[in-house]
Nanobody, 116 residues
Framework: QVQLVESGGGMVQAGGSLRLSCTAS??????????MGWYRQAPGKERELVAS???????NTVDSVKGRFTISRDNAKNTVYLQMNSLKFEDTGVYYC????????WGQGTQVTVSS
């Protein structure tokens, strides 16, 4: 069983940047084979998948964050990152790291607050 731990959230002014990290741990994580993603849950809204990265490094981002958010991974560190630039108020929410294979595995979430 893999465990995911996020870090890097916090409060930032609009236009600022944050980098989220998510590290996988466990007896046999097979991290490099996993498709990883970052979900976001904004206040009063459903969770949405904002970015994903395959084992081969192919990435996808939702239109609302294209050009501002970049997902990447370091398999040697069992870590996936979400670089968030030009942050907007509407990026506020709890960000969850997720292993997207079956069964899905979720981290505990990290709060990102963008002040306008």
């Amino acid at each position: 069983q893999v465990q995911l731990v996020e870090s890097g959230g916090g409060m930032v002014q609009a236009g600022g940047s944050l980098r989220l990290s998510c590290t996988a741990s466990g007896r046999r994580t097979f991290f490099s084979a996993r498709t990883m993603g970052w979900y976001r849950q904004a206040p009063g809204k459903e969770r949405e998948l904002v970015a994903s990265i395959t084992s081969g490094g192919n990435t996808n981002t939702v239109d609302s964050v294209k050009g501002r958010f970049t997902i990447s991974r370091d398999n040697a560190k069992n870590t996936v990152y979400l670089q968030m630039n030009s942050l907007k108020f509407e990026d506020t929410g709890v960000y969850y790291c997720v292993s997207l294979g079956l069964p899905q595995t979720w981290g505990q979430g990290t709060q990102v607050t963008v002040s306008s």
